[in-house]
Protein backbone atom coordinates (compact mmCIF):
# COMPACT_ATOMS: atom_id res chain seq x y z
CA UNK A 1 0.00 0.00 0.00
CA UNK A 2 2.85 2.26 1.25
CA UNK A 3 4.28 2.08 -2.50
CA UNK A 4 1.04 2.58 -4.14
CA UNK A 5 0.62 5.62 -2.64
CA UNK A 6 4.05 6.84 -2.66
CA UNK A 7 3.60 6.22 -6.52
CA UNK A 8 0.40 7.76 -6.76
CA UNK A 9 1.26 10.93 -4.97
CA UNK A 10 4.50 11.38 -6.88
CA UNK A 11 3.15 10.96 -10.25
CA UNK A 12 0.26 13.72 -9.46
CA UNK A 13 3.09 15.91 -8.05
CA UNK A 14 4.65 15.91 -11.75
CA UNK A 15 1.78 15.94 -13.75
CA UNK A 16 0.10 18.78 -11.51
CA UNK A 17 3.37 20.62 -10.38
CA UNK A 18 5.23 20.66 -14.12
CA UNK A 19 1.43 22.35 -15.43
CA UNK A 20 1.55 25.16 -12.29
CA UNK A 21 5.16 25.48 -13.35
CA UNK A 22 4.14 25.95 -17.11
CA UNK A 23 1.69 28.02 -17.27
CA UNK A 24 2.49 30.32 -13.65
CA UNK A 25 6.26 30.70 -14.21
CA UNK A 26 7.12 29.96 -17.74
CA UNK A 27 4.48 31.49 -19.25
CA UNK A 28 4.60 34.97 -18.85
CA UNK A 29 8.20 34.90 -18.75
CA UNK A 30 8.38 33.41 -22.26
CA UNK A 31 5.96 35.90 -23.47
CA UNK A 32 8.06 38.52 -22.33
CA UNK A 33 11.18 37.69 -23.30
CA UNK A 34 11.00 35.66 -26.54
CA UNK A 35 9.70 36.82 -30.09
CA UNK A 36 6.57 34.43 -31.49
CA UNK A 37 9.64 32.08 -33.47
CA UNK A 38 11.77 31.69 -30.41
CA UNK A 39 8.94 31.15 -27.84
CA UNK A 40 6.62 28.78 -30.03
CA UNK A 41 9.94 26.42 -31.28
CA UNK A 42 10.62 26.29 -27.13
CA UNK A 43 7.01 25.77 -25.87
CA UNK A 44 7.19 22.87 -28.41
CA UNK A 45 10.08 21.67 -27.28
CA UNK A 46 9.24 21.90 -23.09
CA UNK A 47 5.80 19.75 -23.99
CA UNK A 48 7.53 17.36 -25.83
CA UNK A 49 10.01 16.17 -23.15
CA UNK A 50 6.81 17.56 -20.04
CA UNK A 51 4.49 15.42 -22.41
CA UNK A 52 6.50 12.25 -21.89
CA UNK A 53 6.15 12.51 -17.81
CA UNK A 54 2.62 13.02 -18.27
CA UNK A 55 1.86 9.91 -19.95
CA UNK A 56 4.33 8.07 -17.72
CA UNK A 57 2.25 10.28 -14.81
CA UNK A 58 -0.96 8.74 -16.31
CA UNK A 59 -0.21 4.90 -16.33
CA UNK A 60 1.45 5.21 -12.65
CA UNK A 61 -1.84 7.22 -11.47
CA UNK A 62 -4.05 4.56 -12.94
CA UNK A 63 -2.23 1.38 -11.97
CA UNK A 64 -1.73 3.01 -8.16
CA UNK A 65 -5.13 4.38 -7.62
CA UNK A 66 -7.11 1.00 -9.26
CA UNK A 67 -4.79 -0.89 -6.76
CA UNK A 68 -5.39 1.01 -3.76
CA UNK A 69 -8.85 0.44 -4.62
CA UNK A 70 -8.34 -3.38 -4.85
CA UNK A 71 -6.39 -3.07 -1.50
CA UNK A 72 -8.95 -1.38 0.30
CA UNK A 73 -11.56 -4.35 -1.28
CA UNK A 74 -13.82 -2.38 -3.88
CA UNK A 75 -15.05 0.81 -4.76
CA UNK A 76 -17.65 0.25 -2.89
CA UNK A 77 -15.39 0.24 -0.02
CA UNK A 78 -13.38 3.78 -0.51
CA UNK A 79 -14.80 7.38 0.44
CA UNK A 80 -16.69 9.59 -1.93
CA UNK A 81 -13.54 11.53 -1.89
CA UNK A 82 -11.52 8.39 -3.55
CA UNK A 83 -14.52 8.48 -6.49
CA UNK A 84 -14.21 12.29 -7.07
CA UNK A 85 -10.14 11.71 -7.43
CA UNK A 86 -11.22 9.25 -10.11
CA UNK A 87 -13.81 11.88 -11.66
CA UNK A 88 -11.34 14.55 -11.88
CA UNK A 89 -8.42 12.24 -12.60
CA UNK A 90 -9.79 10.60 -15.82
CA UNK A 91 -11.54 13.81 -16.57
CA UNK A 92 -8.12 15.87 -16.88
CA UNK A 93 -6.64 12.06 -18.77
CA UNK A 94 -9.23 13.02 -21.38
CA UNK A 95 -8.54 16.56 -21.29
CA UNK A 96 -4.63 15.58 -21.95
CA UNK A 97 -5.80 12.85 -24.42
CA UNK A 98 -7.25 15.75 -26.57
CA UNK A 99 -4.42 18.38 -26.06
CA UNK A 100 -1.71 16.26 -27.03
CA UNK A 101 -3.47 14.67 -29.66
CA UNK A 102 -5.11 17.71 -31.32
CA UNK A 103 -3.48 21.38 -30.44
CA UNK A 104 0.29 19.50 -29.69
CA UNK A 105 0.40 18.06 -32.07
CA UNK A 106 -0.87 20.97 -34.69
CA UNK A 107 1.71 22.91 -32.90
CA UNK A 108 4.59 20.46 -33.93
CA UNK A 109 3.89 20.39 -37.16
CA UNK A 110 3.56 24.22 -37.16
CA UNK A 111 6.46 24.82 -35.68
CA UNK A 112 8.67 22.10 -37.80
CA UNK A 113 6.92 24.09 -41.12
CA UNK A 114 8.18 27.73 -39.34
CA UNK A 115 4.15 28.60 -39.73
CA UNK A 116 4.19 31.06 -36.69
CA UNK A 117 0.37 31.92 -36.80
CA UNK A 118 -0.66 28.65 -36.73
CA UNK A 119 1.61 27.71 -34.27
CA UNK A 120 0.38 30.76 -32.31
CA UNK A 121 -3.56 29.78 -32.41
CA UNK A 122 -2.77 26.20 -31.50
CA UNK A 123 -0.33 27.36 -28.65
CA UNK A 124 -3.49 29.52 -27.31
CA UNK A 125 -5.67 26.44 -27.47
CA UNK A 126 -2.96 24.66 -25.68
CA UNK A 127 -2.78 27.82 -22.90
CA UNK A 128 -6.85 27.05 -22.26
CA UNK A 129 -6.63 23.87 -22.03
CA UNK A 130 -3.72 24.05 -19.38
CA UNK A 131 -5.56 26.43 -17.47
CA UNK A 132 -8.84 23.97 -16.93
CA UNK A 133 -6.40 20.87 -16.27
CA UNK A 134 -4.59 22.65 -13.61
CA UNK A 135 -7.58 23.96 -11.70
CA UNK A 136 -8.57 20.52 -12.00
CA UNK A 137 -5.19 19.28 -10.76
CA UNK A 138 -5.67 21.74 -7.75
CA UNK A 139 -8.45 20.46 -6.88
CA UNK A 140 -7.92 17.06 -6.77
CA UNK A 141 -5.24 17.73 -4.62
CA UNK A 142 -7.67 19.48 -2.54
CA UNK A 143 -10.18 16.47 -2.16
CA UNK A 144 -7.29 13.83 -2.04
CA UNK A 145 -5.94 15.63 0.92
CA UNK A 146 -8.34 16.49 2.22
CA UNK A 147 -9.99 12.88 1.88
CA UNK A 148 -13.00 12.22 4.20
CA UNK A 149 -12.52 15.42 5.81
CA UNK A 150 -14.44 17.35 2.51
CA UNK A 151 -17.37 14.82 2.48
Not at 54 to 70: E, N, P, Q, R, T
Not at 91 to 112: E, Q
Request: net charge positive.
Amino acid sequence: MSIALSLHILAAAIWVGGMFFAYVCLRPVAAQQLEPPARLALWQQVFARFFTWVWAAILILIISGHSMIAIYGSFKSVGMHVHMMLLTGYTMMAIFGHLYFSPYKKLSIAVKENRWPDAGAQLNKIRKVVAINLTLGLATVVIASGGKFLF
